[in-house]
Nanobody, 117 residues
Framework: QVQLVESGGGLVQAGGSLRLTCAAS????????MGWFRQAPGKQRELVAF???????TYADAVKGRFTIARDNAKNTVYLQMNSLRPEDAAVYYC???????????WGQGTQVTVSS
């Protein structure tokens, strides 16, 4: 099995930056989806950014131009660089990898991001 652990969350002022890390316990080769979700209290889970197996990236409109998803295959790690943070970005951020029936699906426990005005 592959375990995912998120880290890097914290409390920042509006306009600040955070870099979230999703560390996998094994190789990330074989996953056709690697992405970040977030969920704020009382709101539905939101897909923030993701990689496809082809390496393309897609972002939610709310974070375009501010967030960047990146990966380091050698370190089995996916990152989410968050710049120009807004109070509306506050949520628990989760990473999720999907590999279908061949590799399975995995998710982490989340990391809290709080943004003050």
């Amino acid at each position: 099995q592959v375990q995912l652990v998120e880290s890097g969350g914290g409390l920042v002022q509006a306009g600040g930056s955070l870099r979230l890390t999703c560390a996998a316990s094994g190789s990330i080769f074989g996953f056709n989806f690697m992405g970040w979700f977030r969920q704020a209290p009382g709101k539905q889970r939101e897909l923030v950014a993701f990689f496809t197996s082809l390496g393309r990236t897609t972002y939610a409109d709310a974070v375009k131009g501010r967030f960047t998803i990146a990966r380091d295959n050698a370190k089995n790690t996916v990152y989410l660089q968050m710049n120009s943070l807004r109070p509306e970005d506050a949520a628990v951020y989760y990473c999720e990898f999907r590999g279908g029936t061949t590799w399975g699906d995995y998710w982490g426990q989340g990391t809290q991001v709080t943004v003050s005005s």
